[in-house]
């Protein structure tokens, strides 16, 4: 079955910090797609990365990096020297390919609070 | 600027109304959805479109309904508004195949937060 497990639902970290929000995913396809969306308190998911199945690159953006591994089906999101202007609910999600139904299965989101 | 519209924003209103969510892009995505947030922040899928005349019920049950007559546009109409019902409710639109370069992003509307009294 499609699983996606964020174990952290809320996390505080204080300006400058580094910050880790874990994702591990259950799928039976080989073709697959992660993604990260950001949901800021005004309430709209803003979309930040997609990543398929076969580019476990990791990647750069600013101050934001993923971490993909396969063997660990995991899918990490890491905020360098964090910002107030962070604080949200991030989301991570999972769309197969194969089933056909264009579904997605998003994870239950972890909060972050970044203390000024 | 937002290529997927959802109205109202905020809507307060009591037990026993029809209401209806408003959810319009102009992207010409073909595939559209409703998701349903609870205030522990979840999203469940309650409605999906893959086109015109298109929709299928999601993972969540729901009272609500949908219609799809225009690509653009994708409305859910409670017909009997319920406390059960107060939630944030998302539209979200995408292209159809997932091969090409982000057509399977999801891009959401900034949704309807509906609370019934």
């Known amino acids: 079955a499609q699983k996606v497990t964020q174990a952290q639902t809320e996390i505080s970290v204080v300006e400058k910090e580094d910050v880790t929000l874990d994702c591990v995913y259950e799928?039976?396809?080989?073709?697959?797609?992660l993604f990260w969306y950001k949901q800021p308190p005004s309430g709209e998911l803003v979309f930040l990365i997609r990543?398929?199945?076969?580019?476990?690159q990791n990647e750069i953006s600013g101050r934001y990096s993923w971490n993909f591994q396969k063997s660990t089906s995991s899918f990490n999101f890491t905020i360098t020297a964090s910002q107030v202007v962070d604080s949200a609910v991030y989301f991570c999600?999972?769309?197969?390919?194969?089933?056909?139904?264009?579904?997605?299965?998003f994870g239950t989101g972890t909060r972050l609070k970044v203390l000024a | 600027e937002a290529d997927i519209y959802q109205t109202p924003r905020y809507l307060v209103i009591g037990t026993g109304k029809k209401i209806t969510l408003e959810c319009s892009q102009t992207?010409?995505?073909?595939?559209m959805y409703w998701y349903q947030q609870d205030p522990g922040m979840e999203l469940h899928l309650i409605h999906y479109?893959?086109?015109?005349?298109?929709?299928e019920k999601g993972d969540l049950s729901s009272e609500s309904t949908v219609s799809r007559i225009r690509t653009e546009h994708f409305p859910l109409t409670l017909e009997s508004a319920r406390p059960s019902h107060t939630s944030q409710y998302l539209c979200?639109?995408?292209?159809?195949?997932?091969?090409?370069?982000?057509?399977?992003?999801?891009?959401f509307g900034a949704g309807s937060r509906l609370t019934v009294l």
């Open positions: 979200a639109s995408r292209f159809g195949t997932a091969s090409a370069l982000g057509a399977n992003v999801l891009t």
């Open positions: 999600a999972l769309s197969e390919t194969t089933s056909g139904t264009y579904k997605y299965i």
């Open positions: 479109s893959y086109g015109v005349n298109s929709t």
């Open positions: 799928t039976r396809d080989t073709t697959y797609y």
């Open positions: 990543r398929n199945s076969f580019d476990e």
């Open positions: 992207m010409g995505h073909d595939k």
